[in-house]
């Protein structure tokens, strides 16, 4: 992630982006963060609130269940809108944006500027616009389930401590698999360098 202070870079994002006008007249500090491809943009772990309209590239919105099942929920390009959620609630809950190819955003601080944004009726518009297209797609959503094998990765990647997971038998219990199942998917793991062996039953993701 990189920080983009340039006031020449900023104003050619506010003319590319059709909610620009609107932006510009809130008269609070903007600036573009740049993400690479694959990497996170938001999450429940990562620190503060930004509110992010893309300007370049691609993102992907998903949300990882309690047992490890990734599903996807929406995709976005260019004017897609991030932080909507979070202008009303601090927790956006365990949704996770991740950039699909080289991504551009103009940002603002949420946390900074919220009394500001909350008194402003035309970004309120733009908010209320960008949710209610985000319920329509869930609404719509037809996410095919995760095999095992990608259930369990991404359990150990979003859910278990320094993805470490720990008991054969518990988490198989949590995936409703036998242990037998599971270790044979962690042997493989093993055996392809996705995660190392450190204990009895304990695995870690590399």
Known sequence: MKKIYDQKAIADALHQSRYGEVLQNLDVPLFLVQYD??????????????FQVVVQGSLAIYIIRSDGARYALSSGGKDYVLGDMELFESNGGNIY???????????????????????????????????????????????????????VLSYMRYRCPDGILKGVEKTAFHFHCSPRQLQRILNRFTQEGQVEKIGKGTYRLL
Do not use: H, Y
Not at 38 to 48: D, H, I, R
Not at 109 to 132: H, K, M, P, V, Y
């Open 37 to 50: 491809k694959g990497e996170l943009v938001t999450a429940p772990f990562l620190p503060g609130t930004w």
């Open 97 to 151: 944006t991740e950039a699909s190819t080289p991504l551009r955003c103009l940002t603002l601080s949420l946390d900074e500027n919220r009394d500001t944004l909350l008194a402003n009726n035309a970004f309120l518009q733009l908010i209320g616009a960008s949710l209610a297209k985000k319920m329509a797609l869930i609404t719509e959503l037809d996410a095919a389930p995760s095999s095992l094998s990608d259930r």
